[in-house]
């Protein structure tokens, strides 16, 4: 590389790396680091080391002033797994669809596409509150079951609510990676599997499914992140029923005035959420590598 | 030296825009639009408001060196605190001849014990909403907390550490103060005692008693605004005991109109303004002879307006310190109670 294009790089890379060491890093270190200071009295921190913060989540407290409550790492667990259904129903819904829309004519695919981008268009708390109205007992779900002779189902204010919540937000970044994949499929392979004999299900389990990989691995990451973090969706549809680590953090900052327990539940989170995703990228590589 | 860095750009570009203006940053739905629609009238004065939800959320704004703002509206409680962090300006409002309308039982704060910074505001009750056609009526919160039982209808709990634990300090016998880990712990255990029987922890639960979903909620005595037309739905004050809130209007220190800050607090020393502000919001005024001025159906509404024998009863939250960690425990408790 000579000193020419080396300088170019340089540049090119200089607004990025600015970007995100300034936006992304910075608020980063600044977590980390107050997760191992002493919460000052009014808020804010006060600069002295303090591990009890993490001690408190793990199982280890002096008694006194904080005290070991199993509660942080059940809900801890619970936002978990609440993340984890999120990604499996999102995926369910938007496979099959991923495919129908490829395949129609160009015109209408961009309409499906615009259709399912357009909630994007209102603010995010408008349309929760949307699904409070619909999910009420007296709401447009519940006449359907009286008027069915049913019992309305208690939706509202369960953790069921929680995660339809979150499906519903998270539709869309788990669509667009998968319609990706799906539209860039190769379909001359899945008419070669069929002449050679496969079944349906081998060709799907053998060509469809690792050539649409990137896209399945895409979306659940994306939704998987922001759903196991999320506070907004169990404040409005959980009632503390469906409660979320994210409203744990939340709370710290907003009522309990205790930044830097906020702080290292946040840093859990994360530690806990990179885990995750490394095992499964690992095992999708490795997956993608037999193929 | 940060915050003087960032707040000097931002004066400079507020007060290049226009000589006249004053920033407000209070609770949302925390006054009626049609006292700053007056004072610009009055005055001149162009008003912007931006909103916040919890006193937590205003103090961590304004130590984060949030500025352009003039004037917020703090509890009781959190002025206090902010007097001692140094954040607020003395106005001396209680110098002004018009000050002796105000009741001196309002004025709470103990870093300000004469009112010489903030100006006492408006305060309310906490108490119980009902549907009076599902529940009968209500006298507390034995009969509140019996509603599902007996009637099979739904009950909610305020989201909110403070309000939900001094009810089951209350209903313990203890002062809604208190820093004895023991008494925090028997509030808690009240609480997860009648956790099966409610619904929701939420704010939106006036909503959902207009549509019939809830028969009963724990809210502000302000969601009256919501009722105006449903002489079904009924609050009470529990005959058990109950917290109130008051809020004082407060000049930053940082703030960049402190002169248009200090005509706002002359003006709302104004009986009639006092008494437009309640007309809306339906919560009490210390200014007295404001109180003569309101409608009828505030004045007469002794869940508004409040008699001394209710008043009696009623308790006022007061900073915690560092106790506030043994709530803070107790409230994750209760909300993960299964």
Known sequence: MSPRERARIVVLLAPATLFLGVFFLGPLVIIAVYSLLTPGLYGGVEWTFYHWNFGRIFGWADGIMEVFQPVYLRILLRSLSFGLLTVLVCLTLCYPVAFWIARLPQRWRMLFLFLITLPFFASLIVRLYAWLLILKPSGPLGMAFTALGMEPPELLYSPAAVILGMVYIFIPFMFLPLFAAVDNLDRALVEASADLGATPFQTFRKIIVPQTLPGIAGGSVIVFIPAVGNFIVPDILGGANGLMIGNLVEQQFLSSRNWPFGSALAMVIMGVVLVVLVTFTSRAAKAGAVR | ?338
């Not at chain 2, 248009?260 to 919001?281: D, K």
């Open chain 2, 1 to 338: 030296m940060k915050r003087p860095l960032l707040a000097l750009p931002l004066a400079l570009l507020a007060s290049a825009a226009s000589a006249e203006t004053l920033a407000l940053y209070n609770w949302g739905d925390y006054i009626n639009p049609e006292v700053m629609t007056r004072f610009t009238a009055e005055t001149g004065i162009e008003v912007t408001l931006d909103t916040y939800s919890s006193n937590e959320e205003m103090l961590a704004k304004i130590q984060a060196g949030a500025t352009g703002y003039d004037i917020v509206f703090p509890s009781v409680w959190m002025q206090d605190i902010m007097v001692k962090l140094g954040l607020l300006h003395e106005t001396r409002i209680n110098e002004h001849p018009d000050f002796s309308r105000i009741n001196p039982a309002f004025m709470r704060s103990k870093e300000d014990p004469d009112s010489s910074f903030c100006l006492p505001y408006a305060w309310g009750t906490v108490g119980v909403f009902y549907n009076e056609d599902i529940t009968g009526p209500i006298n507390g919160w034995a009969d509140f907390f019996a509603i599902p039982e007996r009637t099979g209808a739904k009950i909610s709990l305020l989201d909110d550490m403070r309000e939900v634990l001094g009810m089951g300090l209350i209903m313990t016998g203890h002062s809604v103060n208190s820093t004895d880990p023991a008494e925090i712990q028997a509030a808690a255990d009240y609480v997860i005692s009648q956790r099966g029987k409610v619904t929701a922890f939420t704010y939106e639960s006036m909503a959902l008693m207009t549509s019939g979903d809830l028969a009963a909620a724990h809210f502000f005595v302000g969601g009256h605004v919501f009722f105006l037309d449903m002489p079904n739905i009924k609050y009470v004050i529990p005959v058990e005991g109950a917290t109130m809130y008051q809020e004082n209007v407060c000049v930053l220190k940082d703030a960049p109109h402190k002169e248009a800050a200090q005509r706002f607090l002359e003006f709302y020393l104004q009986p009639e303004i006092a008494a437009l502000n309640v007309s809306q919001q339906f919560n009490g005024t210390p200014n007295i002879p404001a109180n003569q001025l309101t409608p009828d159906f505030i004045k007469n509404n002794p869940n508004v307006n409040v008699p001394d024998a209710t008043l009696a009863r009623l308790q006022i939250f007061e900073d915690l310190g560092a106790a506030i960690r043994v709530y803070d425990r107790a409230w994750s408790a209760i909300k993960t109670a299964q």
